[in-house]
C-alpha cells in the first residue's frame, strides 16, 4: 500500500496563498495520477486537481482553475498544491490521493485543514 501524508494546511485570509505538500511513500508502483480533494463543512468529497505523474500533464476542477496550481517532484515523491487568491469557500479538508490508470483514487492521506476565513 501506499501512504500519503498531507501538510501545510491552516487558516488564512480571503485573498491569501497557502502551498500544501504530499509525500507518498510505501509501494507506488501503480501509481498514475496523484490528486488532490477536498470536502467542505456539510458537502461531500469533490475533485480539485490531478497530475500525470509521468509526463506532468495536469487537469483542475472549474471552480480552481486560475488559482491553484498541481505539481510533483518525482524523484521526492512528492506532489503539491498551490492556492492562490483564496476564497473562504475554499475551506475544506484537503486530500492527497494516488490513481491507477484506469481513473481509480486508491490510497489517500489523512487531510489536512485548510480555513480561509472572509
Known amino acids: 500500500q501506499v501512504r500519503l501524508l498531507e501538510s501545510g494546511g491552516g487558516l488564512v485570509q480571503a485573498g491569501d496563498s497557502l502551498r500544501l505538500s504530499c509525500a507518498a511513500s510505501?509501494?507506488?508502483?501503480?501509481?498514475?495520477?496523484m490528486g488532490w480533494f477536498r470536502q467542505a463543512p456539510g458537502k461531500g468529497r469533490v475533485f480539485v486537481a490531478r497530475v500525470n505523474w509521468i509526463v506532468g500533464s495536469t487537469n483542475y476542477a472549474d471552480s480552481v482553475k486560475g488559482r491553484f496550481t498541481i505539481s510533483r517532484d518525482n524523484a521526492k515523491n512528492m506532489v503539491y498544491l498551490q492556492m492562490n487568491s483564496l476564497k473562504p469557500e475554499d475551506t475544506a479538508v484537503y486530500y492527497c490521493?494516488?490513481?491507477?490508470?484506469?481513473?481509480?483514487?486508491?490510497?489517500w492521506g489523512q487531510g489536512t485543514q485548510v480555513t480561509v476565513s472572509s
Open positions: 510505501g509501494r507506488t508502483v501503480s501509481s498514475y495520477y
Open positions: 490521493a494516488t490513481g491507477d490508470s484506469t481513473g481509480a483514487y486508491k490510497d
